[in-house]
Nanobody, 121 residues
């Protein structure tokens, strides 16, 4: 089994910052791409940012220049630094990881439970 545990969400005023963390644990051999997604009420889940195990990052246009994704491979942890937050960033943020488990010859995508981010005016 693999678990992804997120932390760092909360309530912040517009223009403020938050840092999300997501730690993977369990029977892990290696982790490929990790990422953050978000889902606002009444909307579909959307990609926020991803990062490969080599450190290449990809961002949604709506967060470029404001959010930074990073990871520490030996900790199996991914972070999302969110600056200049806007009310439209309000959503539940989900961590995602493509995990190669010990004894299983293919990667499986796992999701965290989600953490609420609320940005007020």
């Amino acid at each position: 089994q693999v678990q992804l545990v997120e932390s760092g969400g909360g309530l912040v005023q517009a223009g403020g910052s938050l840092r999300l963390s997501c730690a993977a644990s369990g029977s892990i051999f290696s982790i490929g791409t990790m990422g953050w997604y978000r889902q606002a009420p009444g909307k579909q889940r959307e990609l926020v940012a991803t990062i490969t195990d080599g450190g290449s990052a990809n961002y949604a246009d709506s967060v470029k220049g404001r959010f930074t994704i990073s990871r520490v491979n030996f900790k199996n942890t991914v972070y999302l630094q969110m600056n200049s937050l806007k009310p439209e960033d309000t959503a539940v943020y989900y961590c995602n990881a493509n995990v190669l488990r010990r004894g299983i010859p293919y990667s499986v995508a796992y999701w965290g439970q989600g953490t609420q981010v609320t940005v007020s005016l």
